[in-house]
Nanobody, 125 residues
Framework: DVQLVESGGGSVQSGGSLRLSCDAS????????MGWFRQTPGKEREGVAA???????EYDGAVKGRFTISKDSARNTLYLQMNNLKPEDTGMYYC???????????????????WGQGTQVTVSS
């Protein structure tokens, strides 16, 4: 069974940084495309950052230049480095993995099959 476990969330002030981790079991990080999604109450999950099987990345416009998605194949872990955090970045962050290697819509939630339980990020002004 594929399991994705997120960690690294927390509460920070505006301008701060956090690094989220996604540890995978039953799945090889980078074998297919993977992503990070954010969800706030009453809203659908929205794609924040994603990486395909070649390592190409895609970011939501609101986080481009502030967030970086990366992987450590030796640790089988996906990361999301979040810098210069803003209150609007607040939400539950989920790691997700697809069953495909590539897509023209890496930030579309419906393209992902496996999901973690999420880790909460709260940014105060």
């Amino acid at each position: 069974d594929v399991q994705l476990v997120e960690s690294g969330g927390g509460s920070v002030q505006s301008g701060g940084s956090l690094r989220l981790s996604c540890d995978a079991s039953g799945y090889i990080i980078g074998d297919t495309f993977m992503g990070w999604f954010r969800q706030t109450p009453g809203k659908e999950r929205e794609g924040v950052a994603a990486m395909d099987a070649t390592g190409d990345t895609e970011y939501d416009g609101a986080v481009k230049g502030r967030f970086t998605i990366s992987k450590d194949s030796a640790r089988n872990t996906l990361y999301l480095q979040m810098n210069n955090l803003k209150p609007e970045d607040t939400g539950m962050y989920y790691c997700a993995a697809s069953v495909w290697k590539f897509s023209r819509a890496l930030l579309r939630a419906s393209n992902y099959k496996y999901w973690g339980q999420g880790t909460q990020v709260t940014v105060s002004s």
